[in-house]
Structures are given as C-alpha cells and as structure tokens.
C-alpha cells in the first residue's frame, strides 16, 4: 500500500497540532462557555479573541519558565492571577474594537483567567523550551478563535441577517435561537461532526490517490518490461 | 438434518417499531380528517410539507450515515405529523419546515436515528419553533373558517383559550366546546373526544400503556382542581386546563414514545407524574403556552435515570429470596 500522500497528510496534522488536530474546542472540549456565549456576534467574538491573545498567550509562556519552580497547588493560583493582571492591560485594546463590549459581556472576560484551555495549556507546557511553549499558545488560541469566531459569522448571519453590523441578507427569515447559548452548543456540535466528516474523507481521498499512484507506477513498470 | 443459517434476532414479537409506529399514524389521521374540517385545505399542505421534509431529511441522513433506506420505518412520518398537528393552522410554512428540521437533524439523527434518540423529536422541534418564532406559534384562528392555501389579510388571528389562563382569565368555553375542540388552538390537537378514542385504539393494540398518559394527567387535574382560579369550579378548572390545549395530545402521542420513555413499568408511572407535576410548573411560570412539550424535553433526559432508580429501589422492596426473580417490566414472577 502506497502511504505517500497520508504520511504527508500526517505531517500537515502534526504541524498544525492544536489548530487542525487536537483543537482545544473541537476535540478536546476546552473553554467553550468562552466559545459558546461570546460568540453570538463577530464583534464580541473579536473582542474576546483578542483579550485572550494578551492574557493567554503570555500567561502560557511565563508558565514554561517558571512552572518547574513553582509547586503543584500554588501554580492553580498563580496563574490565574496573571492573566488577570494582564486582563486589566486588555481592557484597553478591547475598548478599541467595541465600547460597551467589556461591560456586555462581563464574566466571560473574567473567564479567561480561569478557564480549562489555560489550565490544560499551562500543564502541557512544563517540560517545554519557552520557544516551543510560545508556539503551542499561540497554535491553541489560533484553534480556538479560528472555531469561535467561524460560530460567531454563522450565529449572527442566521440570527441578524448581518456581519459586523452590516446587513448582507434581506428579506430571509431570522433564526434568533442561534444568537442563544443553545444555538451555540448545536453548531459547536455540528461543527465537530463536520471536521471529523472532513477528516475522513481527505484520509480516504489520499489512500485512494496512493493507490493509484502505486497502481500507475506497476504500469509504467510493465512497459518498461515489456519494451525491453 | 436439515438446518437453516439465519442472521440475529432469533427471538421475535409481533410488536415492533413500524407496528407501533403505523398505529400511531393510523391514530393520527382522525385528526387530520377533523381539522381539515375545521380548517380546510391548508391542513393538508402543512402536514403534507411537514411529513415531506421529515422522510426526506430522515432518508439524507440515513444516506450519509451509510444505512440501508428503510421505508417501512414510519417513525419520521409520525414525527412530521405530531408537529403539524401542534402547531397553528395559520402557520407560515417555513416555522414547519425549521421546526422539521430541527426534530430529524439535531435530536434524531445525531444520537443514532429510530429508537436511539434521546429526546422525543417532535417536542424537540416544537420546541425549536417555539423559541424561535413564538409569535407566530400562538396566533390562532377561528374555527370553521376556511383558510386559504396562501395566507392573506383576510385570516384573522386570534389567542387560544392556554392564553387567557397563563394570563389568569378564565375561558368560558362549554364542555361540549372543548370535547369538540371547537375553539382557536393549535391544527389538531384540541380534539378531545377523538384524542381520547384514538388513545383507546393505541391502547387496544397495545402500542402503549395506559398507565403513562393517565399517571401524567392525575397530578396536572389534581394541581388544577387545587389551584383553581377564583370563580371557577375546581372541576371547570380541571376541564380547562386538560382540555383547552394541547395537553391531551401531548399525553397520548408525546409521552407514550417508547425510545424515550423508561423501561420498567414503575418508572414509567413516576415519569409520568414527574412530567404532570413539570407541566403545572411551567404553566405557571413559564411565558410560553406549550409548557408540556418542555416538560417532556426535560423528563426524556432524566428517563434513564428513572430506570437507574428503579433498578436501585426494586431489590430493596423484594422480600430476601433467592427463587424469586423480576422480570423485564419490574414485576415479580
């Protein structure tokens, strides 16, 4: 069996872990009040990716330095209480993409603190270099946000007819259960589904292609054979 | 010796899902005949779109799950015709379809198609539409008035009798009336008498128990006799509260699902007095009129946890005895 084209397949898979494989929402379940509320509007969804790019991102990369030195019960505390120092320089940048959206959304920005994916990304991280600690925070919140923010395009074109703001259907009807947390749980699901649906394919769709490939390559040898 | 090889299951019973799945089709279509009636021809385009969209959704997902097409199984059919049942006779079609839709896709299909689903389909895109569109859920119309295929100015819309009780009003509908289900409700599901003689057939071939729907409507007559509204006789209020909607219907079609019902008989009876006790509950607090559809949404999730607690508690009432012995419905032997 020709394995070619699945081991390059693989090999993107594994270059991408956390973002195609093992995505901290998708697969592993991770955050997703972060996923599931916020992402009822792209603005929201924007605001809140980019809090967590300033306080999990970091937070992350300071756990890989200091994580070794720091014992087991008191690293639940510690970092927690970095993210939320760095939450505190956010809000600024926040306030940037929407006014009243740090005030809207309320908790679920004091949930970036302490949520799953941070406590997971933390743990993993210890026996890391701090370079490649980095790079999985950043691949993690590349995932996680590429998800979130895929839910907050559908959730309010059904629920609003509209993208940032900005009307692009006319005259459909509205689903406004989308814009609720219920909406959000189904299309997480579906989403999952879909990307598994996707993954089998393309790992059928490369076996086939290994298949013939091998099958032409026993063809040109004949040929070959046979012209000798 | 001659032997033939054959493939499981090698135990049979007459009683099987597309038996109990035609008799609940065939317990449906009375009220189809009485609605369209009432109501006239738009009936038949809101069941027929609704039983459409359920085959063809339940057939795609079939396809994509890489099952063999079954057109025997007629679980989608009776699913299609439950919603359109429920929901207004001027409904808009697309709030079926959606509600459709939503019953196949998300609480069907997903958990493993007929007899796998963990929430009854129907109540759950029911309750889909209702969420979503309640406006256009609770505008009724006038009985005997014939409405036309495409909804114009000329229907006038009005509230159902579920409405002038959430809002504390007393109904003044006769007994006559509300046996009939001559009053603004939902498509087909208002029609006493006929609910009550298609529950006599259902219960005659034995496609449910009759324990189920009478251990839910005990504690909903018992709450509503108890907290009858001032001025109104407990058993008028009783009267109303079984009567002027949907519940009935619900009772004998929603709750007496088998995949998602308990398996032993004594679960059974508790689910259906939690479920009775749920839907007072919500019609007091609730600021949706179709609080028995919730109610049954909510008690599907915890049906298996009746059969863990029966399971828990059936032991602890047997007598220690090693001959004795229980059988699949609970019940000693």
């Not at chain 2, 009267?239 to 004998?252: D, I, P, R």
């Not at chain 2, 088998?258 to 259906?272: M, V």
């Not at chain 2, 049906?303 to 032991?315: G, I, S, T, V």
Request: proline share 6%; with cysteine; aromatic share 10%.
């Amino acid at each position: 069996m020709n394995l070619t084209f699945v081991r390059k397949y693989n090999r993107f898979l594994r270059k991408t872990d956390g973002i195609f494989t093992h995505n901290p929402l998708l697969v592993l379940g991770l955050a997703l009040p972060l996923a599931v509320i916020p992402s009822y509007g792209m603005t929201a969804m924007v605001a809140v990716s980019a809090a967590m790019l300033i306080c999990f991102v970091p937070t992350v990369f300071i756990a890989s330095i200091i994580g070794k030195r720091v014992s087991s019960p008191w690293r639940v505390i510690l970092y927690p209480l970095i993210s939320c120092l760095l939450l505190i320089l956010s809000r600024s940048v926040v306030q940037r993409i929407s006014v009243l959206i740090f005030d809207t959304l309320g908790v679920y920005f004091s949930l970036i603190c302490v949520n799953s994916l941070l406590m997971y990304s933390v743990e993993q991280v210890l026996p890391k270099k701090p370079l490649d600690a980095l790079a999985f925070a950043l691949r993690q919140w590349v995932g996680a946000s590429l998800v979130a923010f895929l839910c907050a395009v559908i959730r309010e074109l059904l629920a609003t007819g509209s993208l940032w703001g900005i009307t692009v259907l006319k005259d459909v009807p509205r689903l406004p259960v989308a814009q609720m947390a219920l909406g959000g749980f189904i299309l997480l699901g579906f989403l999952a589904a879909f990307c598994r649906l996707v993954h089998r394919i393309v790992l059928t769709l490369t076996l086939r292609a290994g298949a013939a490939q091998n099958e032409n390559d026993l063809a040109d040898k004949e040929r070959s054979e046979t012209q000798k | 010796m001659n032997s033939t090889i054959h493939h499981a299951p090698y135990i049979r019973h007459t009683e099987s899902s597309r038996t109990i799945m035609s008799d609940a089709a065939i317990a449906l279509v009375p009220l189809y005949f009485m609605s369209y009636f009432y109501y006239g021809s738009r009936v038949l385009l809101v069941g027929g779109v609704s039983i459409l969209t359920c085959l063809i959704c339940d057939w795609i997902c079939g396809y994509l799950l890489q099952r063999k097409l079954n057109l025997r199984d007629l679980s989608a059919a009776v699913t299609g015709i439950i919603i359109s049942m429920m929901v207004p006779p001027a409904v808009p079609l697309y709030v079926v379809v959606a509600a459709d839709l939503f019953a196949i896709l998300v609480c069907k299909a997903p958990f493993g198609g007929t007899g796998k689903n963990l929430f009854n389909p129907a109540a759950g895109g029911l309750a889909f539409a209702t969420i979503c569109w309640s406006n256009q859920m609770f505008l009724y119309t006038q009985p005997l008035q014939r409405l036309p295929m495409q909804l114009d100015e000329t229907v006038t819309y009005l509230q159902g009798p579920t409405a002038t009780l959430k809002l504390g009003g007393i109904p003044r509908l006769g007994l006559t009336e509300l046996l009939l289900g001559n009053f603004p409700g939902p498509l087909g599901s208002t029609f006493t008498l006929i609910i009550l003689a298609c529950l006599i057939y259902l219960i005659a071939r034995r496609a449910i128990k009759w324990y189920l729907p009478v251990s839910f409507l005990i504690p909903v007559a018992m709450i509503a006799a108890y907290n009858h509204p001032f001025g109104v006789s407990p058993l008028e209020s009783v009267a109303n509260e079984l009567f002027a909607g949907s519940l009935l219907f619900v009772a004998v079609y929603m709750l007496t699902d088998p995949a998602t019902t308990p398996k032993y008989n004594i679960s059974r009876i508790l689910y259906g007095i939690c479920a009775g006790i749920l839907t007072m509950v919500f019609r007091y607090i609730s600021p949706l009129e179709m609080s028995a559809v919730f109610a049954i949404l909510l008690m599907n999730a915890l049906a298996p946890a009746f059969d863990c607690f029966c399971e828990w508690l059936l032991p602890k009432m047997q007598p220690v005895n090693n001959e004795t012995a229980l059988d699949e419905g609970g019940n000693q032997q």
